[in-house]
């Protein structure tokens, strides 16, 4: 079976713990977009284990990881992954493999994205990480793949097709002093050499896989309402993390997909600006945000929290086609005398229970809430659904019932084991 694991929130619902889970019962696993702006948390025996390129399920002995071509990669970023990896006693080994067609992040990418953020009125609050300006790039056709990386006399008129052009722009438009070829050059032919080894068709690979009947996760980065065309636009991310962005980002047909499994946090967070209508207040979103360690895992950065949006969750069910949804923190509800969830927005006295798409009114929009009672007592021990407390079962039913999607796992703490299935 092929499953897409999509996150239906701005990102950070909890998709590497679920990723991780599920990873055991496939063969190959595979990330198709975004870069190392994502952060993927596991914990297994106490050990943390933070991800931002290789697929999670790399802890999973004899699991092929792959990196689609959908992906952007900074080489850089990626070698020391597979170094922390290996001082921790995990070899990637064969079991790595990256889509020579995959862009790659150079330093000029990271510096124009920061410095793009200074000259913004509405700033985005990107991760500083260059993907924007490497997607850009891929679209405007002047990108460097993993496989010009092997191929010194092509790098080396490519990245002197791309500085000659943007040494001009960070001069004159940034007053940047711009960035010299031999440095770049040499480093990124020596990224290319190291990983000359795991660099290949991974789109041929796993279409292979699928003719030999395995399976595979697709894990999604990032969230639905981070998608570059389906998100708070322009309040998102470059690239297609909703789960069609699977089939482009692996080279994939749509119909070898079975099934998307959709992971949605017990509340909402967003990192970054952009609206976000059922936030909490300053006060109460520092208790949350506290309570539930919601601080970015690849820059720190405090996360906003709000309630239950099930106006976004029912939208990202639709575009995903979700038909089974992961409940993540459930446990950072506990001991909250109420909790709302919102289920319909209203704007200029009108009703919304779908998501509008202009912005300006998921801006200004006032969400409707339907109020429930909290529960008391500690949910991160329990393993069975019927030994949740009654009124955190009331709660998750409604949210089943308002998304009309069936909730198949509840996680209830961050480690490996702290997840009830249904
Ligand atoms: P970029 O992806 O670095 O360009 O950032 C664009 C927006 O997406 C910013 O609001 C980031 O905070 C957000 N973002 C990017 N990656 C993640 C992620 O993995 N989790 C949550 N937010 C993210």
């Known amino acids: 079976m092929n499953i897409v694991i999509v996150g239906t929130q701005w990102g950070d619902e909890g998709k590497g713990k679920i990723i991780d889970l599920l990873s055991e019962k496939v063969d190959y696993i595979v990330r198709y977009q975004g870069g190392s702006n994502a952060g993927h948390t596991v914990v297994t025996n106490s050990k943390v284990y933070v991800f931002h390129l290789i697929p999670s399920g790399i802890l999973h002995k004899r699991k092929i990881c792959c990196i689609g071509n959908g992906v952007v990669v900074d080489p850089q970023a990626l070698i020391k992954e597979i170094q922390d990896l290996s001082s921790a006693g995990i070899y990637v080994n064969q079991r790595l493999k990256i889509s020579s067609l995959a862009h790659a992040i150079l330093p000029y990418h990271k510096i124009l994205d920061q410095l793009r953020e200074t000259k913004r ?84 690979l796993l279409n292979k896989a699928i003719r030999d009947k395995k399976d595979i996760l697709f894990e999604g980065a990032q969230g639905t309402f981070l998608d570059i065309d ?12 909703t789960a069609g962005g699977a089939c482009i980002g692996a080279g994939i047909s749509p119909v070898k997909i079975d099934k998307v499994v959709g992971v949605v946090k017990a509340y909402t967070t967003r990192v970054g600006e952009g609206p976000f209508p059922t936030e909490f207040p300053p006060v109460f979103g520092k208790f949350m945000r506290e309570k539930g360690s919601e601080f970015g895992a690849t820059t720190g950065r405090p996360r906003r929290c709000g309630w239950f949006d099930s106006v976004m969750v029912r939208e990202a069910i639709l575009l995903n086609h979700i038909l089974e949804l992961a409940i993540m923190k459930l446990d950072v509800l506990d001991g909250l005398e109420s909790l709302k969830i919102c289920i319909a927005y209203k704007y200029k006295g009108r009703l919304f229970k779908e998501l509008p798409q202009d912005l300006e009114a998921l801006r200004k929009a006032r969400p409707v809430y339907k109020e429930m009672p909290g529960w008391k007592g500690t949910t991160s021990k329990i393993r069975r659904y019927q030994d949740l407390p009654r009124n955190a079962r009331a709660y998750l039913f409604r949210l089943q019932d308002i998304l009309n999607t069936k909730i198949s796992m509840i996680s209830v703490g961050s480690s490996r084991e702290d997840i009830i299935f249904i």
């Open 230 to 241: 389906f998100g708070t636009y322009p309040f998102v991310t470059s690239s297609s993390a």
């Open 121 to 204: 009125t509405h700033k985005i609050g990107t991760t500083g990480r260059g993907i924007g300006p490497c997607y850009a790039d891929k679209i405007n056709r002047c990108g460097i793949r993993m496989v010009d990386l092997l191929n010194p006399a092509i790098f080396r008129e490519k990245l002197k097709d791309n500085l000659k052009e943007k040494n001009e722009i960070f001069k004159k438009v940034y007053r940047h002093p711009g960035f010299n070829f031999s440095p770049i050059y040499q480093d990124y032919l020596n990224y290319g050499k190291f990983l000359s080894r795991y660099i290949c068709n991974t789109a041929a």
